[in-house]
């Protein structure tokens, strides 16, 4: 009898061990699946690096717990940054007709955290909705004369939505005005709209 009883346990526990067990639930779906909260009242602070950032656990759509890498987390959260500059020192000359606009042509990234600005056309295509800020600024070289209307703006699908556009103003040969134009807007976008300076 106790041969058989030993024997009946071990059936049983090879059956247990590669059965799905469900809690509030007749019908699981994983090897754990808990219909309902969960609750851990002691757990230990993870202190080696290495461990932390794959450790992060994420539900899945279907329910399921699954790792993410912690540089995962913050591409989804802070999906977009963008800087992008002129590589080569000294001043960068726009052909631009009287009372025209010309796109600035940038040639270097010096950060494209979700690879949506291209240098080819520059323009920023967003990858995804969200609420974005835009900044960008120049500096004007001493060849503006000092009655040309000089700014910079920033274009949403080829709509111009904020500017900065203001006299360069001379007095005696001295420059009073700023030689800067700087710009910084909020603006909400949805996959694959466009921002251009």
Known sequence: MFKFFILLL?????????????????????????NGTLKIDNTLQETELGVIKDSIL???RSGIINTLPATEILKAALPTTVKA?????????????????????????????NDEFDLTTNTFTAKQDGIYIVSAQIKIGSAIS??????????????????????????????????????STAVE?????????
Request: charged share 15%.
């Open 189 to 197: 976008l949805v996959k694959d709209d466009t921002i251009t300076l």
């Open 146 to 183: 000092a009655s040309t209307n000089f700014g910079l703006g920033i274009e949403k699908n080829g709509t111009l939505i904020t500017e900065e556009n203001y006299l360069s103003v001379s007095v005696l040969s001295t420059s009073v005005s700023s030689p800067y134009r700087r710009l």
């Open 85 to 113: 500059s002129f590589s080569t020192g000294g001043s960068k000359t726009l052909a631009i007709a009287l009372g025209g606009k010309s796109k600035l042509t940038f040639n270097s990234e010096e950060i494209d955290s």
């Open 58 to 60: 994420v539900i899945s």
């Open 10 to 34: 071990l059936i049983l526990f090879s059956i247990l061990s590669t059965a799905q067990v469900g809690i509030g639930t007749t019908n699981p779906q994983a090897t754990l699946d808990v």
